[in-house]
T-cell receptor, first 109, second 117 residues
């Protein structure tokens, strides 16, 4: 069983729409969850972290966590062409981050 | 703004050769990491390093890999005898070790692209 799974994508949304990204994880004891953005050929860049059940909002981004369902999501509101990237879900263990394969988002102008 | 730096940006080597990838973590950070990403695949954890010793390593991090913090600023990854399948982007990361809420952001460097021929 994969540790971290993301909806495979790619996901194409029109400019101004909401992009919805999903992630599930296998380790029920996991406590911290991260969303990174990765542009092609670049390193991962942290967008948000969340460790409490519920929603966390930061600007146009909202992370949602449901530990009972072992589910994390990221909503991108008012999507912009600059949001076109691969979004990586990561789950923290003792030290390491375990990444999902990523979901590629394309925002159409 | 402080950032993690890595050198070189691209390394080409022959199979069987040794390579050393270099990283300068953010200066007040205590935890250091190496990850790799094979083209088109996910980011994979290799090793974490704290207080001058390995704190965790993955199955990928076998005897051909080693890490070192030779001075107060550099953090290196050595691959002793490179294989074709070692071709990947290698990312160094660092974190400051705060554990409040178990939040511990890892800041990633720009990566070194290793090509093994």
């Amino acid at each position: 069983q994969k540790e971290v799974e993301q909806n495979s994508g790619p996901l194409s949304v029109p400019e101004g729409a909401i992009a919805s990204l999903n992630c599930t994880y296998s380790d029920r004891g996991s406590q911290s969850f991260f969303w990174y953005r990765q542009y092609s050929g670049k390193s991962p860049e942290l967008i948000m972290f969340i460790y409490s059940n519920g929603d966390k909002e930061d600007g146009r981004f909202t992370a949602q966590l449901n530990k009972a369902s072992q589910y994390v999501s990221l909503l991108i509101r008012d999507s912009q062409p600059s949001d076109s990237a691969t979004y990586l879900c990561a789950v923290k263990g003792d030290y390491k981050l375990s990444f999902g394969a990523g979901t590629t988002v394309t925002v159409r102008a | 703004e402080p950032e993690v730096t890595q050198t070189p940006s691209h390394q080409v080597t022959q199979m069987g050769q040794e390579v050393i990838l270099r990283c300068v973590p953010i200066s007040n950070h205590l935890y250091f990491y190496w990850y790799r990403q094979i083209l088109g695949q996910k980011v994979e954890f290799l090793v974490s390093f704290y207080n001058n010793e390995i704190s965790e390593k993955s199955e990928i991090f076998d005897d051909q890999f080693s890490v070192e913090r030779p001075d107060g600023s550099n953090f290196t990854l050595k691959i002793r005898s490179t294989k074709l399948e070692d071709s990947a982007m290698y990312f160094c990361a660092s974190s400051d070790g705060r554990t409040s809420g178990d939040y511990n952001e890892q800041f990633f460097g720009p990566g070194t692209r290793l090509t093994v021929l």
